[in-house]
């Protein structure tokens, strides 16, 4: 059995958390969360997720430092960082992708299929 693919949840909101992890469930993915961008890189060095997605907007390192943070690693730079944001899309980023929020289940989906699909 193909293990399920790892989703790396970075927001510093409890609720938005809890959804957006039962929308990756749904999914088929197994969710982990971080509150912060900080939290997120100490994950990062004990597992290796297949994708990370953050909010743009976090306490203390922002989520575009953390996507130029694991973009600049050697061992992290191709793993997939999808960044969404309810303030807009930002002007530049070292992200791999954008997801406005609020969004729906649908649009979730449709944004992280490319970079969860596992080959059959």
Known sequence: MTPAV???IVDDEPAF?????AAIRTLGCE????EDAETALE???????????????LPG?????????????RELAS???LLMSGYGRPVSHAGDGFLAKPFHVD??????????ARPS
């Open 17 to 21: 958390l809890r959804v957006v992890s």
């Open 31 to 34: 969710p982990v969360t971080a």
């Open 61 to 73: 390192m922002d989520g575009l430092a953390l996507a130029r943070n694991i973009k600049s690693d």
């Open 43 to 57: 994950l990062l060095e004990r597992i290796r997720p297949d994708l990370v997605l953050t909010d743009v907007r």
């Open 79 to 81: 793993m997939p960082v």
């Open 107 to 116: 649009e979730l989906a449709a944004f992280i299929g490319p970079y969860v």
């Open 6 to 8: 790892r989703v790396l």
